[in-house]
T-cell receptor
Framework: QKEVEQDPGPLSVPEGAIVSLNCTYSNSAFQYFMWYRQYSRKGPELLMYTYSSGNKEDGRFTAQVDKSSKYISLFIRDSQPSDSATYLCAMSSYTGGFKTIFGAGTRLFVKA | GAVVSQHPSWVICKSGTSVKIECRSLDFQATTMFWYRQFPKQSLMLMATSNEGSKATYEQGVEKDKFLINHASLTLSTLTVTSAHPEDSSFYIC??????????????FGPGTRLTVL
């Protein structure tokens, strides 16, 4: 079993839709949870950074962490064609040495 | 946020030559830098982790004599692909982590370097 599971998609939605992206993980030691956006032929860009369980909102983006279920989500409201990219979840742990694990990434297409 | 630069953004070289890629954290001190490789439509593959002033830790299957990593300062790490071959052609991405530095206490990525070996 992989430490982090993320559906690679692709996920195609119409402009204006609410997008839900998810990851599950198996290691309860993870404490920090991130979402990155990567456009084609570019480096990943940090979108959201959260510590422990709860919600965090930034503009059209909301990140949710449910540590009891080992499940994290990223919601995109009013999706735009410019949101078309690959979204990677990531999580970090300092237990036994610093470690960050990335999901495989979900490819999102927002159609105009 | 934090800014990480990479240079060059793309490079084409002949087989057998060596190529150096620089990664710099511009507005914070990177206690740790990471080097990734990414093939088209695939996820990031961690190659090595480097801490300032110490030897890099390579992931299994990555040849340390072929991919030389130097982390000479808290703002600069370099990856040198030695005796490059066409199969080394890929997108190389670095990231920098500012441990204990507030919002820098996570990985920030550079824009990537596309290497093509002819």
């Amino acid at each position: 079993q992989k430490e982090v599971e993320q559906d690679p998609g692709p996920l195609s939605v119409p402009e204006g839709a609410i997008v839900s992206l998810n990851c599950t993980y198996s290691n309860s030691a993870f404490q920090y949870f991130m979402w990155y956006r990567q456009y084609s032929r570019k480096g990943p860009e940090l979108l959201m950074y959260t510590y422990s369980s709860g919600n965090k909102e930034d503009g059209r983006f909301t990140a949710q962490v449910d540590k009891s279920s080992k499940y994290i989500s990223l919601f995109i409201r009013d999706s735009q064609p410019s949101d078309s990219a690959t979204y990677l979840c990531a999580m970090s742990s300092y237990t036994g040495g610093f470690k960050t694990i990335f999901g495989a990434g979900t490819r999102l297409f927002v159609k105009a | 946020g934090a800014v990480v630069s990479q240079h060059p953004s793309w490079v084409i070289c002949k087989s057998g030559t060596s190529v150096k890629i620089e990664c710099r954290s511009l507005d914070f001190q990177a206690t740790t830098m990471f080097w990734y490789r990414q093939f088209p439509k695939q996820s990031l593959m961690l190659m090595a982790t480097s801490n300032e002033g110490s030897k890099a830790t390579y992931e299994q299957g990555v040849e340390k004599d072929k991919f030389l990593i130097n982390h000479a300062s808290l703002t600069l790490s370099t990856l040198t692909v030695t005796s490059a071959h066409p199969e080394d052609s890929s997108f190389y991405i670095c990231s920098a982590h500012g441990l204990g530095q507030g919002e820098r206490d996570t990985q920030y990525f550079g824009p990537g370097t596309r290497l093509t070996v002819l």
